[in-house]
Structure formats: C-alpha cells, structure tokens
C-alpha cells in the first residue's frame, strides 16, 4: 500500500564551536517491499524454515505465507503460477516439508483468497554429503573409505527407510500379486517408515478417495495400491526429492482382455489419474515405474479393440479343420439358445444349486459363484457375458475375468435404482459388492 509521508531533514554545520543548523519539509510517496491490493492483507514471499546456502547432508524444508491460502512451488527451475486460491496450473501444491538430497532451487508463490499471487520466492540449496575416504577403522590404508550401510529390505509391504541407506519392501497378495518400493539412499532427512497397502477399487472410489479408471481403460485386478510415508514425529511426508521406484506384477488372467502394450502405473494427483512413464516385462508380468510423490496407485490397462478380438467368418473352400470349427460354433449357439429357453421357463440353473453370495467379487476371483454369477448374467442378451465361446451361455467358467467384469457393469446399470443409487454411484463399477449381492440374491429367489 502507497502512503504519503512528510519528511523533515535537519542539516547542522560546525563553525568553531557553534552549531548552524537548517531544516526542511518534503511532501513524497513511501513505497515498501510487500504487495497489496486486499484489504489488511501483505502478499509476501513464502519463506523458507532454512536458509538457502550449502549444507553436508539431506535437509527438510517447510514454505510458509502469513494469510494466504495455498502456497505452490518448484524444484525443476520453472517458474510456479497459482491457477486458484487453492491450486497450481504450474508447480506442486506445498502439503508437507520438502525433503531436499541433492542440489536444487525451491521456487514458490503464495495463493490468496482472491486469486492472485504475492511475489516469487527462490532458494537455492547445495548439497555436498561426503561419501566417506582414508583408512576405515582398525584398518589399513586402502582408498575405499567407509563400508556403504546395508539398505533395510523387508517382505511385508512395511520397512523403515534411513538416510544414510534408503530401504525397499514388497507386499504380496493372497492372489500371488507382489508390489515393491525401492527407495534410494538420501531420500529422507530421518528414518522414515514407507508403508504399502492394497484396497479394492470399489471401495476406495465409492469412499470418494480417488475417480474410476478414464474411459476405455481397466483397473488390472480391481486394485488400488496405498503408499504412504510417515516421519519419525507422525508427519505424513508426500514429496521427495529423488525417485522411489516401484514394480508391480500381474498375472495372464487379469489381463486377458487388455492390451498387454498399453500397461502403465497410475497416481492420483487429487483430481485426476495421472500416467507415469512406464516399462513393461512381458516375461515376468512386471510393470515398473518412478515417482516423486506418494498417494493412491493403480495398475491400468486398455481394453482391447473389437478387430483385435479373434472372430469366426463362414466362407466357401473351408478347410475339414475349418468345418470342425464352425460346427463346434453352432454347437455353442444351440446351447445357449436351449439355455436361455430352459431360463425362460424358471427352470433353475444346474450352476447356481447350493451357491449362495456371501463374498464380493472383483477380477481375478475364483469359485462356483463366479460361475453362477455368469450363469445369471447371461439370462438376459444386454448383460450375456459372451455371445458365443468361453464365458457365453452352456460355457460359464469359474474365473472372474474382464468380460465377467463388463458383463457386471452392464448388470449394474441395468438395475441402477436399486444398485448404484443407495451408494451414490451412477455407472457401474464391475466390482460386486453388497448391493450387487442383495440384487443377485433377489433374482435368485433367496
């Protein structure tokens, strides 16, 4: 804020000893260092809890503004911008203390209630930490300085990670599907506990926790992966300054029906999934992928296209292998037609005698129930599981695969009102929770 000052000036001169002194009065504009522009509100540069310099070992840094409402911030030398009160269009929203392993400059901006921003702050930061040199203790000279610590490896999907020696830790499913975290020396200023747990998409979205799968593609198993971290005083830490890498499998079955190519990991950045650069292993079913950030993870993947689903064609000059073929087809056909005549006349399905639903099921799922649930679906032509082949009517299996889940979500929708709505879904999900039981249960007569 602009204010009007009076300055006064006194000049006095020695002559022998007396004093002559003279005054004089200045009207002018006193502009300080701060922004304004909202009523009893400085816009100020966020500051930095340490000062910039050049330090010998991994340091945390906390940003903080008085009276703004969101503070967002850079380590890639770009330049952040506040898009709302709330949010960035360029940089990371400041959630937690930055934790600072190697050399960079923390650029950040403050956010206030009206929209606008206050001045850029900019800290640069040196890291110079000593790899270690001489003779090690109770030795002789050899040049090869201190033995590097050992990194703290675990099989419980939980591992306290140290600065000095980074850490890593794998979580298996009771489906055989493993998650590991690696996380790199010097990535946490204090031992830190990096912890890995695995929710079903239903639940975390019904929760409102994250968004479902972008159009056209697939959660691979129905699975959300949780990775958090959480300091040595209960601070939940969400931003890191070097890559922590993770690796997650999958089996032939879960994908079945996606493209196998287009397999990436996704993170939740609050509002929307976001695809990580990924690396896919076919021989070992593996995906991997790196990240800055911690929050929600998923393993997703692209259904495939019609054409590049395998199609059966008649045509004159078949082979006698062709002809074989083709009659088995028909065979199907018939099956089918017999069974959705049997099913429109109340006769029970042979499949569903003695099942009851008790448990959700998702993909991957294994059991007689999973062949009642196909047997149910495929009652009706606009929630059939498949028209013809494996999954159609004659020929349910007892896996949960891809087209059982597409077949789910057409149920879902079919019977939205009574499905979706109490829950406050819109579109179906294709994973079978309690509502889709009741519904199930319903049809069944039970």
Same mark, same amino acid.
């Given at each position: 804020m602009n204010k009007t000052k009076i300055f006064i000036s006194i000049t006095c001169l020695l002559f022998g000893l007396s004093f002559f002194c003279t005054a004089s009065e200045q009207i002018g504009t006193l502009t300080p260092g701060l922004q304004t522009g909202m009523e009893g509100v400085l816009k100020s540069a966020p500051t930095a809890s340490l000062v910039a310099g050049t330090y010998t070992s991994a340091q945390s840094i906390a940003l903080s503004a008085s009276d703004s409402t969101a $503070?967002?911030?850079?380590?890639?030398?770009?330049? !952040?911008?506040c898009q709302t009160a709330t949010a960035c269009s360029t940089g990371t929203k400041y959630t937690s203390a930055i934790s600072v392993s190697s050399s960079l400059t923390i650029k950040s901006v403050a956010c206030y209630a009206d929209g606008s921003a206050g001045p850029l702050g900019s800290s640069a930061y040196t890291i110079n930490i000593s790899t270690g040199g001489g003779t090690p203790s109770g030795g002789s000279p050899s040049g090869g300085g201190a033995l590097a610590p050992?990194? !703290? +490896?675990?099989?419980?999907?939980? @591992?306290?990670?140290? !600065?000095?020696?980074?850490g890593k830790t794998t979580l298996t499913t009771d489906e055989g599907i493993a998650v590991k975290i690696e996380i790199p020396a010097n990535t946490v200023v204090s031992n830190t506990k990096f912890e890995v747990k695995t929710a079903t998409a239903e639940d975390v979205v019904q929760a409102g926790i994250t968004g479902s799968a972008p159009q056209s593609f697939v959660m691979v198993g129905g699975r959300i992966y949780q990775l958090t971290a959480t300091g040595g005083s209960g601070q939940t830490i969400t931003n890191f300054s070097k890559n922590i890498t993770l690796s997650f499998t999958y089996?032939?079955?879960? $994908?079945?029906? #996606?493209?196998e190519e287009s397999l990436k990991v996704y993170r939740w950045n609050g509002s929307a999934w976001v695809a990580l650069p990924s690396t896919v292993n076919k021989t070992t079913n593996t995906v991997t992928a790196t990240t /800055?950030?911690?929050?929600?993870?998923? %393993?997703?993947? /692209?259904e495939k296209t019609e054409d590049e689903e395998e199609t059966t064609i008649v045509t004159e000059g078949m082979t006698e292998e062709q002809l074989r073929a083709e009659i088995a087809r028909l065979i199907t056909l018939i099956s089918a037609l017999q069974a959705q005549m049997a099913q429109a006349q109340g006769v029970p399905s042979p499949a569903c005698e003695g099942v009851t639903f008790s448990r959700s099921l998702s993909l991957g799922a294994t059991g007689n129930d999973v062949k009642c649930l196909q047997t149910i679906l495929n009652r009706s032509a606009d929630t059939q599981v498949a028209a013809f082949g494996v999954g159609?009517?004659?020929?349910? +299996?007892?896996?949960?695969?891809?087209? +059982?889940? #597409?077949?789910? $979500?057409?149920?879902?929708? /079919?019977?939205?009102?009574? @499905? #979706?709505? !109490? $829950?406050? %879904?819109?579109?179906? +999900?294709?994973? @079978?929770?309690?509502?889709?039981?009741?519904?199930?249960?319903? %049809? %069944?007569?039970?």
């Open positions: $503070i967002c911030y850079t380590t890639n030398g770009s330049t !952040p911008v050992t990194m !703290p +490896t675990t099989n419980t999907g939980e @591992v306290t990670v140290t !600065p000095s020696a980074g089996t032939n079955e879960e $994908i079945a029906d #996606l493209d /800055k950030q911690f929050s929600n993870f998923a %393993l997703m993947g /692209k159609s009517s004659g020929n349910e +299996t007892n896996y949960f695969g891809n087209l +059982t889940r #597409l077949a789910v $979500i057409k149920f879902q929708n /079919k019977y939205a009102s009574e @499905v #979706l709505t !109490p $829950i406050g %879904l819109t579109t179906g +999900t294709g994973y @079978v929770g309690s509502q889709t039981i009741a519904k199930i249960n319903q %049809l %069944l007569g039970r």
